[in-house]
């Protein structure tokens, strides 16, 4: 059972155009959701992180959208830089036991020049 | 700080052979995982250990072993190599159960022939 659901597995943007990822959850009792940003033959780092608490949070051009009564989130990333191709998780995690993050497949994003 | 630290980061296994993958972290996290990454999975809990003396399995435990003697360490044993346990294996590390933030290691990419 896949708790997080992660789409497109792939995008093609634009350099200067908006990327836009999007990821549902199923598990009420998540209250973490955060971005990780992958470059090939490197690891997972955070970008960016939001609580259910807001519905925005924006970090210079990578904005998070959280819609908790449908349990949806998105990742926005305006003026999309060639600097910005890499794969982007999400994921999710509840505050309850060890509280381990549960990801989504990843997209892999290509902004062309 | 060199973070997360993993060794070796390239390994090549015949099948039925053992190794261990090494991860050890200097932030003194209590917290630390092992992750799969295979293409079109995302990110798969394999082993986690809240602290020393203490795991528990992820979503992916079977033909893994792990084990947590100091704060600074988590080894991944790998018992009889398999074909399906050729992947990029991923150790990260976090303060304690209130805070999120997870730092992962630059990943092994392990085959099994």
């Known amino acids: 059972q896949q708790q997080v659901k992660q789409s497109p597995q792939s995008l093609i943007v634009q350099k200067g155009g908006i990327s836009i990822i999007n990821c549902a959850y199923e598990?009420?009792?998540?209250?973490?959701f955060p971005w990780y940003q992958q470059f090939p033959g490197k690891g997972p780092a955070l970008l960016i992180a939001i609580r259910p608490d807001v519905s925005e949070k924006k970090e210079g051009r990578f904005t998070i959208s959280f819609n908790k009564s449908a349990k949806q989130f998105s990742l926005h990333i305006m003026d999309s830089q060639p600097g910005d191709s890499a794969t982007y998780f999400c994921a999710a995690s509840s505050r309850s036991g060890y509280s381990t993050l549960t990801f989504g497949k990843g997209t892999m994003l290509l902004v062309s020049p | 700080n060199a973070g997360v630290t993993q060794t070796p980061k390239f390994q090549v296994l015949k099948t039925g052979q053992s190794m261990t993958l090494q991860c050890a972290q200097d932030?003194?996290?209590?917290?630390m995982s092992w992750y799969r990454q295979d293409p079109g999975m995302g990110l798969r809990l394999i082993h986690y250990?809240?602290?020393?003396?203490?795991?528990d399995q992820g979503e992916v435990p079977n033909g893994y072993n792990v084990s947590r003697s100091t704060t600074e360490d988590f080894p991944l044993r790998l018992l009889s190599a398999a074909p399906s346990q050729t992947s990029v294996y991923f150790c990260a590390s976090r303060p304690d159960s209130t805070l999120y933030e997870q730092y992962f290691g630059p990943g092994t990419r392990l085959t099994v022939t």
């Open positions: 932030m003194n996290h209590e917290y």
């Open positions: 250990s809240v602290g020393a003396g203490i795991t």
């Open positions: 598990n009420t009792a998540f209250d973490y």
